[in-house]
């Protein structure tokens, strides 16, 4: 896909993003400041090295370090698979390992735009109660499944702390990446409804700021868990850098003994 924009517009709207100023940028990417004002109005053109200089020290995305090389007129430096492809096999099995491995509690996949991508067995007991079967045809989009009254929201004991908690994720990754689908995503989400927040449940946890906890009901009673995010490290293809999972730990032993015995 070209990029129809030229190669300035794309390091100004992403150096405004990081809220750096010519200079600033200037002095991390180590070129001066007066040649990077003419890349960005155009009347020079940066060198690939250069190109992909300025995003990294602006941490641009791998998917938009692309269209910025070829809006330079340089092909792309990092390709972009399916899951499926042989060549990322060994990714796609650590995935399927972790998954499994981490079961029986729940875990997930998800894409750069909350589509769940694979899920461990533990996952679908939590959506027995889900009543819009739309929500689970695929792609399921996590956050949508979370927040809708016909999804999980009905179950989640602390919807209005889970849910302003899943906004604010979801604000900083627009703010971070300006990506158009999760601009429309998050307009969607925060019109849903918004529950009063009630007072603290008697049986609650204080994680001292460290979490926010999912306290979800369920066949078992209710569950408490805490999330964790994992990335790959150092990776070289766009679909591994946009992926990310979701693990899912017991906040209490209750909800361990129940998920074991389950």
């Known amino acids: 896909m070209?990029?129809?924009?030229?190669?300035?517009?794309?390091?100004?709207?992403?150096?405004?993003?990081?809220?750096?100023?010519?200079?600033?940028?200037?002095?991390?990417a180590e070129v001066s400041q007066k040649?990077?004002?003419?890349?960005?109005s155009g009347r020079s053109a940066p060198s690939r090295d250069m190109v992909l200089r300025l995003a990294e020290r602006l941490s641009v995305p791998l998917r938009e370090q692309n269209l910025m090389l070829l809006s330079a007129g340089y092909a792309p430096?990092?390709?972009?698979?399916?899951?499926?492809?042989p060549a990322l096999k060994t990714a796609r099995e650590v995935v399927e390992?972790?998954?499994?491995?981490?079961?029986?509690?729940p875990a997930l996949a998800i894409d750069r735009h909350w589509r769940m991508v694979a899920a461990n067995a533990a996952v679908a007991p939590l959506l027995a109660g889900v009543t819009e079967s739309s929500l689970l045809r695929p792609p399921v989009n996590v956050l949508r499944l979370s927040l809708h009254p016909g999804g999980l929201a009905p179950a989640i004991v602390n919807l209005a702390e889970?849910?302003?908690?899943?906004?604010?994720?979801?604000?900083e990754q627009v703010a971070a990446t300006g990506d158009p689908v999760?601009?429309?995503?998050?307009?969607?989400?925060?019109g849903f409804p918004a529950p009063e927040p009630g007072p603290p449940a008697a049986e609650s946890r204080d994680y001292a700021g460290l979490a926010v906890p999912l306290r979800i009901r369920s066949p078992a009673g209710t569950l408490s868990f805490i999330s964790c995010t994992t990335v790959f490290g150092t990776?070289?293809?766009?679909?591994?850098?946009?992926?990310?999972?979701?693990?899912?730990f017991p906040a209490d032993p209750e909800t361990a003994a129940a998920l074991r015995a389950a």
Do not use: C
């Open 235 to 248: 990776p070289l293809d766009v679909t591994l850098s946009e992926l990310a999972l979701e693990t899912f």
């Open 97 to 105: 390992m972790i998954l499994k491995g981490h079961e029986p509690y």
């Open 182 to 190: 999760l601009i429309r995503l998050l307009n969607e989400l925060s």
């Open 2 to 28: 070209a990029s129809t924009r030229p190669i300035g517009d794309h390091l100004r709207t992403w150096r405004q993003r990081r809220r750096m100023s010519q200079l600033d940028l200037a002095l991390e």
């Open 35 to 40: 040649h990077l004002s003419f890349v960005e």
């Open 162 to 171: 889970w849910r302003e908690h899943l906004l604010h994720r979801l604000r």
């Open 77 to 85: 430096s990092y390709p972009e698979r399916s899951l499926e492809d």
